[in-house]
């Protein structure tokens, strides 16, 4: 039997930390003794450490526990190293005498003192679905209430440099229009143009079966003036413009421009945020009303070549189909697609981060969000003309 005793430490209630190594066949028998707490162990540290790097003989280890008087997480520490250490070079170790305490002390440190991982309990498909559609309400109820303060930080702005002109940007409001309003024209112009000639296509193709293709031109009259034309008009700006805002103002948020805007007393809402809503408040039923006319050029085409109709007589049908409501039902919705627009752009690019993927994340998001609401308000609208008798 070889024994090791490390008596310089205190001796606590038992005695000094010591083990005793006896070797027997297949294997050896460890067996700590004493007080195996923080202060005694450090006395046989070093040596249990070289006892448990050097090959043991046999291909077994006993680790009788009955000697062992106290254990505190240091002393499990050390044994369960050892252990370990043993494991390692293909030894295999079981333990004797273990009491219950000692058990779960050892235990515990084996694992790295953390709890075991609990696996949650897998919930139906519909709680989930459920949840889901609960987590969606209560976020797109959040994202409206941040909307609304926004829209009224925009507003107290606005107020504030009516009551201060010298506040007003006036140069920054011209350069914001021409680039998400004028700038926008030939696109405006050439999509609008098209759609109006498919609709124009297609109702002439499907009226003439019941022989009412005359009534094409009421049917591009109405439904182009009324709704086609200022929402293809308006998601095209809040893809080009809307985007644009989120962009611009997210790379300067990004490369921290903002912030020195702000650390030289200016403030972003007047320098970023109100020319850009203003620009395309004034701009956007401007570019309603010529997508409109474009459209109805189109329908105009169409009707020529198909219908083998005059243009003279094509627009007499459109002054007959169409009084000033149905094109002023159109033009009455575009200040309000063109804020909405404005303002889910310019606060999509204040929320960016400092890294270039916030950048295209929220500018992505920012048309999404654009489109949708554009639509929203565009059906709200209907329902309201439609129960006032527009």
Known sequence: MAEASGAKGPSGRGGAASYAVEEKAGGITFRPAGDWSVAPILAIDDELRAFAEAKPAGESAVFDMSALIRLD?????LIDRTAASLEAQGVKVSYEALKEGHKIL???????????????ERSSLYVEIVGRIGAAVVAMWSEALVFVEFLGHVLATVWR??????????????????????????LVCLLTFLIGAVIAQQGATQLRRFGADVFTVNLIAIIFLREVGILLTAIIVAGRSGSAFTAEIGSMK?????????????????????????A??????????????????????????????????????????????????GILK?????????????????????????????????????????????????????????
């Not at 997480?73 to 520490?77: H, I, L, M, P, R």
């Not at 002109?165 to 024209?185: C, Y």
């Open 106 to 120: 050892l235990d515990k440190v084996g694992e790295g003192g953390l709890p075991k991982p609990t696996v949650p």
């Open 254 to 278: 990004m490369r921290e421009e903002i912030d020195a805007m702000r650390t030289l007393g200016l403030d972003p809402m007047d320098m970023l945020v109100v020319p850009r809503v203003l």
């Open 334 to 390: 575009a200040p309000f697609m063109a804020v909405v627009i404005a303002l889910v752009g310019c606060r999509a690019g204040l929320d960016v981060t400092g890294s270039a993927e916030s950048v295209g994340t929220q500018t992505t998001s920012s048309v999404v969000r654009s489109i949708f609401l554009v639509i929203i308000l565009d059906a709200v609208f209907a329902m309201f003309f439609t129960a006032v008798g527009l």
């Open 73 to 77: 997480t240091a002393g499990a520490w």
């Open 280 to 329: 395309l408040l004034f701009t956007m039923p401007l570019l309603a009303f010529i997508g409109d006319i474009m459209g109805l050029i189109g329908g105009g085409v169409v009707a020529v070549m198909q219908l083998n109709m005059s243009p003279a007589v094509y627009i007499e049908r459109l002054r007959a189909a169409a009084d000033f409501w149905t094109f002023g039902v």
């Open 161 to 186: 440099s009516i009551r201060h002109p010298s506040r007003f940007r006036l140069t920054p409001l011209i350069h914001h229009m021409e680039k998400a309003g004028f700038d926008a024209l030939p």
